[in-house]
């Protein structure tokens, strides 16, 4: 995306500013960050340039009108030149990364430097020089922009989003770029202490749910009148429910503390999805599907992955794709080589219910659960594909979903046959 200078007036900064407002209150995180970055660099072209039509009071009065958007700003702005030469540094960045304007504005910043800086620029410099970070989760593609990048810090506290953009004239020259900061400290926390909750929740509910298991288990074996081994078999069916529902719970909130746990190590995924699909083939063959495993023709390369984690998410995508097929339908896993990045994309295919258009967005959020799917299975508790989410991006891939509705379904995800792709440690992962 490039922002090109063209010429502005004060209903230009209007629209910015009410769209920067409706998009930072309005939008999800991410668009939120690329609408609000699109729109703050498209305003501080003026500050890089100006126009030929405007007489010099209009043009200041367009600049007074900019800096009123960028000091009431909730996100921290920073623009500088292709020199590293501080431009821009409003209030909210101020507050941020605990350093005054007045310190840094028309200085320039080099790797050069890093080992000499004080301690409470660090922050600020890693944010100018990415590679710096020693914790840092990239949500876009390397070369695209705007670029958005999560970066954590230890010393200070510190989790934030960075938005980057390219300040960009009409011949197509870089003038300097653009970064919005937004300061997710307070927020991954309170998430943080939800999920510290639930598992203390769900660890009291564990003691008596083992309990009443053991009780209901054992009355399936007395010798009772049909009309009760009916009602022992309903509330061993319930019981069993609730104990999956306990156990996501739990799952959901080491993933949010990032504590789930990954042990990494080279496997041969080919050998690993037939592995699974043998063991699966039981459950299919309950729900009369028949399972294909649609193998590379051409080796593939051996990937660093968590064998149990994976083994959890397969599982999940292989359980929906059985349970939502119809009776005799079919479910297809292949894997391909991406022939441009060494990544492999792995694809479960279904002939099932599928997934309206306007749901498919959703299914990897908590709790979702589609309109056709709970009129199938009334117990689904709407968090597995979350963690099989969380499962897959911490092993540096993305996941997708293809659906026509009564048509079929197909789950694509990705893994990095490079294990220098794979994020240095857990991160909480927006839905």
Do not use: C
């Amino acid at each position: 995306m490039k922002v090109v200078f063209g010429n502005f007036n004060w209903l230009v900064f209007l629209l910015i500013s009410s769209a920067l407002i409706l998009g930072i209150t309005k939008l999800p995180p991410i668009l939120g960050a690329v609408n609000a970055a699109i729109l703050i660099a498209a305003g501080i072209l003026v500050v890089f340039s100006s126009s030929k039509s405007l007489l010099k009071g209009d043009l200041e009065l367009e600049r007074k009108r900019l800096n009123i958007v960028i000091n009431s700003a909730r996100e921290g702005i920073v623009a500088y030149d292709q020199n590293f030469k501080i431009l821009i540094f409003n209030p909210a960045a101020e507050e941020i990364f605990n350093v005054k304007a007045s310190e840094i504005l028309g200085q320039s910043f080099t790797l050069k430097i890093k080992e000499g800086i004080q301690p409470r620029l660090r922050p600020l410099l890693t944010v100018l020089f990415p590679t710096l970070a020693q914790s840092i989760v990239r949500r876009t593609e390397p070369g695209s922009y705007p670029q958005i990048a999560d970066i954590s810090f230890e010393e200070p506290n510190l989790e934030i989003r960075i938005t980057t953009n390219r300040i960009i004239d009409d011949a197509g020259n870089v003038l300097g770029f653009v970064k919005l900061i937004t300061d997710r400290t307070r927020e991954l926390a309170l998430l943080r202490s939800k999920s510290e909750f639930i598992t203390i929740a769900s660890h009291q509910l564990r003691t008596p749910l083992s309990g009443l298991k053991w009780a209901v288990e054992s009355l399936k074996n007395e010798p009772l009148p049909e009309n009760q081994k009916d009602v022992v078999v309903n509330a061993a069916a319930a019981v069993n429910q609730l104990s999956k529902i306990v156990d996501d719970l739990l799952e959901v909130a080491k993933i949010e503390e990032g504590r789930f746990g990954y042990k990494f190590q080279e496997m041969d995924l080919t050998a690993f999805i037939e592995d699974a699909l043998t063991q699966t083939k039981p459950i299919a063959n309950q729900y009369r599907v028949r399972l294909y495993f649609d193998k590379p023709k051409e080796a593939i390369p051996k990937i660093t992955a968590d064998p149990q984690k994976l083994a959890m998410a397969l599982s999940n995508l292989l359980d929906n794709a059985i349970k939502y097929n119809i009776s005799n339908g079919e479910v297809i896993v292949k894997i391909e080589k991406d022939a441009k990045n060494p990544y492999l994309q792995i694809s479960v295919k279904d002939t099932g219910i599928g997934i309206a258009g306007a749901e498919s967005g959703n299914v990897f959020k908590k709790f979702f659960r589609a309109e056709n799917a709970v009129r199938i299975a009334v117990d689904g508790t709407g968090l597995g594909l979350y963690i099989v989410k969380n499962i897959i991006r911490r092993h540096g891939g993305q996941i997708w979903v293809e659906s026509t509705l009564n048509r079929g379904t197909t789950v694509y995800f990705t893994l990095p046959t490079n294990p220098t792709l794979i994020p240095a440690k857990e991160f909480i992962y927006d839905e």
